[in-house]
């Protein structure tokens, strides 16, 4: 865990939430010690809130020079902010502590302080401050080896500080450089890379005090060595950590000369033994003893390689001498952070009973005082709802007794609108029988008649008079057979029973009854109707509808034209089509076929298709071709 702790995530990067910045140009890092001017504020400070904001401030200043002094100061700072209910002071402490167990590699106890912290954050609202612990949280989780966790928190910091804005942009070069730091070595980010070190040396440049500019100029080094280079890069990084160490500080120097290490990689070995070394000298001074053991472990295996038996003593020495020590043990000035998380923890924890044991007492007097209060308002508003419902529900049954009463009436309306619009239609068709069918054969006879009175007539001629006048007498008492059964159909007696007829003996029989107009017509009759079909029907009303059909077909066909009659049996029903050439005007043909109050063919039609709609079919006609009409019903 330490070497990859050391190797691959650089220790100052989880302060950046507490420092400021320092200018882009190497010639303006070099800059006055900040703690003096700290220290020296912190005396002119005249109200609480101020001093702990700068206190805080020197506490996170001593996190790159002694962690000790940091650690001692961050407790003040939390003891100050819990008396004074200072949420953002102690929201400020969590985030030093969790930084210190983070360079003990202790990363799960930093876990607990950073999520503290990002707590009070999310309390205060502050969107910087958030996105800065959250980026701490983020380097937490990565080295614990929870990719996944890590993940989250880095895209929600990243996304979090890009909306910042500028004034406080200053977080958003801070995830640039984590940015830099996590995808530096991905080839397939190698633009990415390049633009996020442009863009946090733009926002290192708006502030005085920043040290990410030595992160940026440290990853902006590759540049260099990919040029060839190296040796360029190399001096460049030891510049860097020596203003670095004239800043105090020491852990910045660390990273700098650690990122040396990382040259190898693209091919530019510089001197290990001398990076190495002075990386092992400030751990030395800084009592960072887990961080030491990766630069002890480097030496001792240099010297070993190269034969040095008085190196390889010191190193294995003190090797051992780490290696002897507890994880967390620090030297006689360290603090013991375990044993001091632990009673912090303890002492949370009472209070925090206590807290609930005050409450649980103060919620069971309160109890006791209202309940009586509370009993009555629930019974009182229980009485109210009930009175409520049970209005609600009478004006509901009333509704809907008024709404069935009304679509009964309606109902009634409709169906003795309906039964009078049927009588009125009826009277005026049978009106129209009456004026047409009767009032022509009536007239002939009385024609006839008085041609026989003159007595001038030859026999012959009488003769065909009196045919004449049977075949209109005939065709009158046929027209009244019809409106006889018509009219019987229309009685609301009359029930429909179907039986099996056979169809070509109906439409044969029709044929008879008009085989005097068709050979007047010149007509040619072609029947396809097949032999012993049989349809569910009336047999009289089946006769009736042929009778008049095939009366409408011969009038209004042309004459010397085919008479076709056809039938087809579909889905159980039996279609029979009856064809004829109308020859011109078709449409307007059809159209006077469909005026039954001035037409008696048009009635017969009507009449046919009562017939047929009793019968629990179908009936239509239609133009086809221009000049052929089609007469079809369906049974």
Not at 21 to 36: E, G, H, K, S, W
Not at 417 to 433: H, R, S, W
Not at 530 to 553: H, I, S, T, W, Y
Not at 589 to 618: C, P, Y
């Amino acid at each position: 865990m330490i070497k990859a702790y050391i190797h691959t995530r650089y220790i100052a990067v989880f302060l950046t939430a507490w420092l400021l910045v320092f200018q882009d140009t190497t010639a303006q890092i070099r800059r006055t010690p900040q703690l003096p001017l700290l220290q020296a504020q912190l005396a002119q400070q005249q109200d609480s809130a101020g001093y702990v904001a700068v206190l805080g401030k020197i506490a996170a200043l001593y996190a790159v020079i002694s962690l000790d002094s940091c650690f001692k100061y961050s407790l003040q700072v939390r003891d100050i902010s819990m008396r004074q209910h200072n949420a953002k002071g102690l929201a400020d402490a969590n985030d030093l502590i969790s930084f210190y167990y983070a360079l003990k590699t202790d990363f799960t106890i930093a876990g607990i302080y950073g999520y503290k912290a990002l707590q009070l954050h999310q309390q205060l609202g502050d969107s910087a401050r958030m996105a800065k612990t959250l980026s701490n949280i983020y380097l937490f989780y990565r080295n614990l080896g929870r990719a996944g966790d890590a993940n989250n928190y880095f895209y929600r910091a990243f996304h979090l500080a890009a909306r910042l804005p500028p004034e406080q942009d200053s977080v958003y070069g801070i995830l640039l450089v984590n940015y830099v730091m996590r995808f530096y070595k991905d080839s397939t980010r190698a633009d990415s890379v390049q633009w996020a070190i442009k863009e946090g040396r733009r926002v290192a440049e708006k502030y005085p005090f920043n040290k990410q500019i030595f992160y940026v100029e440290a990853y902006d080094a590759d540049n260099l060595v990919r040029q060839g280079r190296g040796r360029e890069a190399e001096e460049k990084m030891y510049y860097l950590a020596d203003i670095a160490l004239q800043r105090g500080m020491p852990y910045v120097a660390m990273d700098m000369y650690g990122k040396l290490d990382d040259f190898q990689r693209l091919g530019y070995f510089a001197d290990s033994t001398r990076y190495q070394e002075r990386a092992y000298q400030l751990g030395i001074q800084t009592g960072s003893i887990e961080l030491n053991l990766y630069w002890v472990a480097r030496l001792y295996d240099y010297y070993r390689k190269h034969r040095q038996p008085d190196k390889v003593v010191y190193y294995s020495n003190e090797i051992m001498r780490l290696a002897a020590q507890s994880r967390y043990q620090a030297a006689s000035r360290d603090i013991n952070y375990i044993g001091f998380f632990l009673k912090e923890q303890a002492l949370q924890s009472l209070a925090m009973k206590n807290s609930v044991r005050q409450q649980l007492l103060e919620k069971a007097q309160a109890e006791n005082k209202n309940k009586g209060l509370l009993t009555i308002g629930l019974f009182t508003v229980t009485a109210l709802l009930l009175l409520l419902l049970l209005s609600h529900y009478w004006h509901y049954r009333r509704k809907r007794q008024q709404e069935r009463a009304m679509e009964k009436s309606y109902d009634a309306i409709a169906a003795t609108n309906a039964a009078l619009v049927e009588n009125d239609e009826f009277k005026n068709k049978l009106l129209t029988i009456l004026a047409n069918d009767f009032r022509a054969p009536l007239h002939h006879i009385v024609e006839v008649a008085a041609q026989l009175k003159t007595g001038m007539l030859a026999q012959s001629e009488v003769v065909t008079l009196l045919k004449q006048i049977a075949g209109a007498s005939r065709k009158t008492l046929d027209a009244f057979d019809t409106i006889l059964k018509w009219i019987r159909l229309q009685l609301s007696g009359f029930a429909y029973k179907a039986v099996p007829c056979l169809l070509p003996a109906a439409v044969i029989s029709a044929l008879e009854i008009h085989k005097a107009d068709i050979q007047e017509k010149g007509l040619t009759v072609i029947n396809r109707i097949p032999a012993g079909l049989e349809v569910p029907a009336d047999e009289e009303m089946l006769r009736v509808v042929n009778v008049l059909l095939l009366q409408v077909a011969i009038i209004t066909a042309a004459p010397g034209s085919l008479l076709i009659i056809s039938s087809q049996k579909k889905y159980e029903k039996t279609i029979v089509n009856i064809i004829i050439n109308a020859g011109e005007r078709v449409g307007e043909k059809l159209l006077v076929l469909q005026q039954w109050e001035e037409n008696t063919f048009a009635l017969g039609l009507v009449i046919s298709r009562d017939f047929i709609h009793k019968m629990d079919g179908t009936f239509h006609m239609e133009e086809q071709v221009e000049k052929y009409l089609i007469f079809e019903y369906c049974l």
